[in-house]
């Protein structure tokens, strides 16, 4: 049987050399080479992620990463070393209408989705982190907010959930961009701390970092 690592390292591989979207502003990110339980997936790269060479590399990575330090005391660099990290799209979509970045179309989710599904196949992670609604709606159903739903009825709960044939747990977490206020404000600031609790009290989490 391959070595899991060797097996991911494949699959990244394959994520670099991908051009099926034309677009997409490449080149395709991917986090490190690593073995975790615990899977974050979030919508995509921005437009600096690229340069960088991995996910959430600029402003809203500043702030992921200091919601788990004020959490768990854990460093950037022992997340990005711990926790598999994702997105579901690996390439920068470019600007969209607004001030904010184009969201992925359905060609590219659906692109992209062999690579999440390749690494699910070898991770089989018991915890999944759906960071932003796109990473919520994918992992909960595509469903999840085109029937009502919102941020405040999904994130603080742990979720039972079953993404390209596995079952896991999922954790919602709002997307950590400057341009979204909801973290910031109640009953925002609340789940997001409730949520970032049920994270690290998870047996995933407490496997994967300690």
Same mark, same amino acid.
């Given at each position: 049987?391959? +070595?899991?690592?060797?097996?991911?390292?494949?699959?990244?591989?394959?994520?670099?050399?991908?051009?099926?979207?034309? +677009?997409?502003?490449?080149?395709?990110?991917?986090?490190?080479?690593? $073995?975790?339980?615990? &899977?974050?997936?979030?919508?995509?790269?921005? !437009?600096?992620? %690229?340069?960088?060479?991995?996910?959430?590399? &600029?402003?809203?990575?500043?702030?992921?990463?200091?919601?788990? *330090?004020?959490?768990?005391? $854990?460093?950037? @660099?022992?997340?990005?070393?711990?926790? &598999?990290?994702?997105?579901? %799209?690996?390439? &920068?979509?470019?600007?969209?209408?607004?001030?904010?970045?184009? #969201?992925? *179309?359905?060609?590219?989710?659906? +692109?992209?989705?062999?690579?999440?599904?390749?690494?699910?196949?070898?991770?089989?992670?018991?915890?999944?982190?759906?960071?932003?609604?796109?990473?919520?709606?994918?992992?909960?159903?595509?469903?999840?907010?085109? %029937?009502?739903?919102?941020? #405040?009825?999904?994130?603080?709960?742990?979720?039972?959930? +079953?993404?390209?044939?596995?079952?896991? @747990?999922? /954790?919602?977490? !709002?997307?950590?961009?400057?341009?979204?206020?909801?973290?910031?404000?109640? !009953?925002?600031?609340?789940?997001?701390?409730?949520?970032?609790?049920? #994270? /690290?009290?998870?047996?995933?989490?407490?496997?994967? #970092?300690?």
């Amino acid at each position: 049987m391959a +070595n899991p690592l060797t097996q991911i390292a494949s699959v990244q591989a394959g994520i670099r050399r991908c051009r099926l979207c034309p +677009n997409v502003v490449g080149p395709p990110v991917h986090g490190a080479k690593i $073995i975790s339980s615990v &899977y974050l997936l979030g919508q995509a790269p921005g !437009p600096r992620e %690229a340069s960088f060479g991995r996910p959430f590399a &600029y402003t809203a990575g500043k702030t992921l990463f200091r919601w788990f *330090n004020e959490v768990s005391g $854990i460093s950037e @660099d022992v997340f990005r070393e711990r926790i &598999y990290m994702a997105a579901v %799209a690996r390439c &920068y979509p470019g600007k969209g209408k607004g001030s904010g970045d184009r #969201v992925p *179309n359905e060609t590219e989710i659906r +692109n992209c989705s062999r690579h999440i599904k390749a690494e699910f196949e070898i991770l089989k992670p018991k915890l999944i982190l759906a960071v932003g609604k796109l990473a919520i709606s994918e992992v909960l159903g595509t469903d999840a907010f085109t %029937a009502g739903h919102r941020l #405040v009825d999904v994130v603080g709960s742990t979720h039972a959930v +079953n993404f390209h044939g596995h079952q896991s @747990d999922a /954790i919602c977490l !709002p997307h950590p961009s400057g341009l979204s206020s909801w973290h910031k404000l109640e !009953p925002g600031k609340t789940l997001l701390k409730k949520a970032l609790k049920q #994270v /690290i009290a998870h047996p995933a989490w407490q496997e994967a #970092v300690y």
